[in-house]
């Protein structure tokens, strides 16, 4: 869909679709106007039959909806997919902002085209600013499969996600939903929507999910941007990448995370792999894994800390965070240990992603898990952030990480997938033949011992879809 009507003039957005009980599918999406006011329409598919859905049909009387009062023009856009309430009717929730407080705005339908707003809101957080890219949707707290959009129970918890429009990260919350009155009460106000939990702590933004009713799974896509200049983008001819779809469930364990993980379609490109098991990483040790060319890689890792160092290990009420500290190269009694992706011989660029352990009073560990793109690039146009946060780990976890490498981008999913990093990076060197694989343990006080399994990654051959006559 192009912005060809004046009332999409300015940009056709985001929208969603919606898959009706006899197959029909209708499209909400934002547009913006001729004068640059924010309004939600309507499209069709203009042929069903189509697999791929490739032609829409936008409604002859749109708008459907436009900005409520007291709401700004510019602070109404990018509607969530509907889900079927108790009356049989649709509901869509809209993000906004009113002042410095990030909202979710509710409306009632039956067709798509004649909407009710619902009083107050699904919910809101102060001082989180514009909502963008709001999402709603049910996780089982027993199944180990997702849900439909519209289910909802005891058995149910609802997530609340949104695009926070100030720091472009995306935040998500758990909690329960009360459709009597159209609201949502997160469990923990402490980590409400954009005061706690990230999907990712990488460059991950605008990200919504869908139901895939054919493999009963909830599935995540999300927009990783650029990190290097405008100049390099308009060089290479194009700029920016959807992540590999990701499922998603309610992690149980902890009960305020989510569990991320790659689509299991990835594991099709596996070709040939390496194991090696049981590496024992001294202290202040680097060792490359001879896996060959490592530009495109799939690995997963399992990391064990030599028990009786850990319990000699001293007490800190030091407080670390990833992006504040020096990365890698910072060295603390208990980390950093892991795996410098993308590196080239010398290790003159290298992108390590690692665990970092901080032992505080009473002897209780506190794990972070960080992505350094301080030394990723001998390019000067780039960033070189680095990302991470801390991530929870059970009693009788080994500390455990994936790592997909695709040339200039890096997702990392640890402890199962409960924090996530994306990273862009951009090396000079560390390309094709060139890049190599490392393990590393630069804590000064313990030992590691070091499981991994790393296949190389084919290449995902996109063809023209066979029913395509062009």
Known sequence: MVPDQW???NGVWTGSATILPDGQIVMLYTGSTNESVQVQNLAYPADPSDPLLINWVKYSGNPVLVPPPGIHPKDFRDPTTAWLTSEGKWRIVIGSKINKTGIALVYDTRDFKNY????????????????????????????????????????????????????KH???????????????????????????VRYDYGMFYASKTFYDPDKGRRIL?????????????????????????????????TGTHLLQWPVEEVESLRLSSNEFDEVEVKAGSVMKLAVGSATQLDIIAEFEIDKKALDKAPESNATFSCSSSGGAAERGALGPFGVSVLADETLSEQTPVYFYIVKGHGGSLKTHFCSDQSRSSEATDVNKHIYGSSVPVQHGEKLSLRILVDHSIVETFAQGGRTCIASRVYPTKAIYGAARL??????????????????QMNSAFIRPYPNDKN
């Open 7 to 9: 009332y999409d003039l």
């Open 116 to 167: 009710e707003r619902l009083d107050g809101l699904l919910h809101g957080v102060p001082g989180t600013g514009m909502w963008e890219c709001v999402d709603f949707y049910p996780v089982s707290r027993t199944e180990e499969n997702g849900l439909d959009t519209s289910i909802n129970g005891l058995e149910v918890k609802h997530v609340v996600k949104a695009s926070l429009d100030q720091d």
């Open 170 to 196: 995306d935040y998500y919350a758990i909690g329960t939903y009360h459709e009597k009155n159209s609201t949502w009460i997160p469990d923990n106000p402490k980590i409400d929507v954009g005061i706690g």
């Open 221 to 253: 896509w999300g927009w990783i941007g650029e990190s290097d200049s405008e100049f390099a983008d308009v060089q290479k001819g194009w700029a920016s990448i959807q992540s590999i779809p990701r499922t998603i469930l309610l992690d149980k364990k």
């Open 438 to 455: 490392f393990l590393f343990n630069n804590a000064t006080d313990v030992s590691i011992t070091a499981s991994l399994k790393i296949w």
